[in-house]
């Protein structure tokens, strides 16, 4: 038995009553070196400094718990019951309100551009066929393209797509270290599609599935430019 | 994978999520459920201790939470804003039930009688790490008022200030409302403890036999 309990002394009590009166602060995080220090002393109140601080972990650690499915089928209920749920309009359309910091000419001009050529390469495969091995998109909004189909498309979208990105390049310094990171590697990984695409696109005409994918990394770029200036613009 | 990438990342998703749900996109409403319904849900049920209780709560929170969420515009956190809006619809639930003090200042000493320290006690301590649904448990048994500052500081980690402006009362009383529940919930564990292992109940000293 430690000596603070086996002889009952009226000093020894008083640490201990001393040791409860500070615990609560001690274990708040507040600097009292006395009560770690009879913690070591008297077994008693060690044990029970160790055991608050194991709850304290054990509770901070619990797992947490998933709810049954009936509760997101309720609430999914609840909100098309309410016309909160709507009708999804193309992705392109929802970042129009978004891009209202910027001069209006280049997000809209980016977005317009963006859904003619798309129109132009969905709905007409065999059109912007050109002569010869033309480039008729840009990579990366840094490309000037020549097509002989497409080029006012193609001048106005790789403008535009580049003052975007000229904007967010004269803004990024402004954004946390390792968002700018991801940023960055998004549009690398972008430009990269892009370019991919492209190839396909031009060595397989006819390939439907290349051209939709370069309207979509297209559009991601778009997408992902225009939250990128969100982010900077705060 | 860094954590600083993956953060940001889940933070540039999440921005996008909720701006998809601003304009009422399903997949996106489904998206942000699914990112918080368990911490969601674990708030709600130990705050109430009730399943039952903690689903329909966990319904609430998300309801009211798509029904404002074109008004959020990013001045905080998302988090921390689904949070104190969960916090706030289970404690506004707890008073309309009665059961949740509207000042923990005015029902200080109207809460259990507290948990006596037994010097002299054995010096055992809670062997080993701690069965989760035996604390579990004990949290869901503590009182109510013990129980709300508990959760919110031990488990959601909210500060002693925050957890008076939302409980109306002081931060001093907040943690002695804090201390009393780790000392209740200890009594609890270890009790249990003793029950297992086949040890009678013991009662605590009485002052004069110290």
Known sequence: MPANHESGSDAAKALCRQFDQELSAYLEGEDKPEVLAHAQQCPYCGVLLTDLEQIRFASHHLPLEPPPARVWANIHASLEAEGIIREQVPAWHRWLPRLGFLPHSAPVGALACLALVGLTLLVSPRSYETPGDVEWLPASGKTTAAGAFVPVLDDELTRILAEMESVYRSRESFLEPALKATYRKSLASLDASIQETRVHCQREPGNTLAREYLVNAYQSKVEVLASALEFVAR | ?210
């Open chain 2, 1 to 210: 994978m860094s954590t600083d990438k993956t953060t940001a990342t889940k933070a540039v998703t999440e921005t996008q999520q909720i701006a998809r749900a601003q304009q009422g996109d399903e997949a996106a409403f489904e998206a942000l459920f699914s990112a918080h319904k368990r911490r969601v849900y674990s708030l709600c049920l130990r705050m109430t201790g009730d399943t039952a209780e903690a689903e329909d709560l966990t319904q609430e929170a998300f309801l009211q939470l798509f029904r404002k969420i074109s008004t959020f515009r990013g001045e905080s956190a998302f988090t921390t804003w689904l949070h104190r809006l969960v916090v706030n619809v289970v404690l506004m639930r707890l008073r309309k039930k009665g059961l949740q003090q509207v000042s923990l200042d005015e029902v200080d000493s109207s809460q259990e009688e507290p948990v006596k320290r037994d010097y002299g006690d054995d010096d055992r301590r809670l062997i080993g790490s701690i069965d989760r649904i035996i604390l579990d448990r004990a949290i869901a048994a503590l009182p109510h008022g013990y129980r709300t500052v508990f959760v919110l500081h031990d488990m959601e980690g909210y500060e002693h200030n925050e957890i008076a402006q939302i409980m109306d009362c002081s931060t001093g009383n907040s943690k002695s409302q804090l201390h009393k529940a780790r000392l209740k919930l200890r009594e609890h564990l270890r009790r249990d403890q003793r029950k297992r292992s086949g040890e009678a109940p013991r009662e605590p000293k009485r002052e004069s036999e110290r």
